[in-house]
């Protein structure tokens, strides 16, 4: 089974997928659950809210084992990970995207970064490819963006387009989407 858990910023993403992943390690002694975090603390204020979710984390879903992907890919590191024993759960697409659009030396730099969109599409077909590849269930959480008003610069526009028709592209091939509404699930595809 894989789900996709959409919803803006503190809508209950996260808790949500978390709770799949308590619910499916009390399920059977021999399963595991890993989560795939994809934040990079590239500042102060960013470092403290990583520490925090660490912490709140190993409170709430104490089994839960926390990879930190730095510069892995989130495609390979899926398919090692995935097996039918174990749960994966990926955190958040959104932030891979954002470093996919916006790499950590183009975001440095003075001048405006330009993606490489035949590079990052690339990267967005190994995803598809390795979540039609996965040997086990996946929960995917990533933020639903394209609610409020248009952007107005022209990069970010093209960034709320790039993850629209991730969104879209990844609720395609799982059998569920959830989007989180002030904590509320509201089942998209699927079943609760």
Known sequence: MRELVLGGQKSGKSRWAEARAARWLQAEPRHRAVLLATAQARDAEMRARIERHRRERAERVPGLE???LGEDDVPSMLLRQSSPQALVVVDCLTLWLTQLWWPAEARHATAQPTPSLTDVQARVDALLHALQQVGGPVVLVSNEI???VIPMGVQ?????DALGALNQRVAAVCERVTLMVAGCPCVVKGDV
């Open 156 to 160: 970010v526009r093209a960034f709320v």
């Open 146 to 148: 394209g609610l409020g």
């Open 66 to 68: 926390t990879l930190e």
